[in-house]
């Protein structure tokens, strides 16, 4: 139960990351936003595993996956912007 409680402190934390970040005019998901709710979902997915809710467990795996291809993609899209910038120069 406490990790539950830690990993869903820790997603509240990615949130109140990202509005920050949409307060300051930036509107895509950043990858700091991604990093911190992926930590925050293994936490609870170490719950699960430790309590037995296994269909539980397995949805928040399916959702550490997906942050985590979003983190990816997000990351490769940012180094498509980087060589472009450096190309220019």
């Known amino acids: 139960m406490e990790s539950a409680m830690i990993g869903l402190g820790v997603i509240a934390i990615a949130w109140i ?3 920050v970040y949409s307060w300051k005019g930036k509107k895509d998901i950043q990858s700091k936003f991604l990093i911190v709710y992926a930590i925050g979902t293994a936490l609870l997915i170490i ?3 430790l309590n037995d809710f296994r269909w539980t467990g397995i949805f928040n795996t399916i959702v550490l996956m997906l942050s985590l291809i979003l983190l990816i993609r997000i990351g ?3 180094d498509e912007k980087n060589r472009k910038k450096s190309r220019r120069r």
Do not use: A, P
Request: net charge neutral.
């Open 76 to 78: 490769s899209k940012n």
């Open 47 to 49: 719950d699960c595993y």
């Open 17 to 19: 990351l990202q509005l």
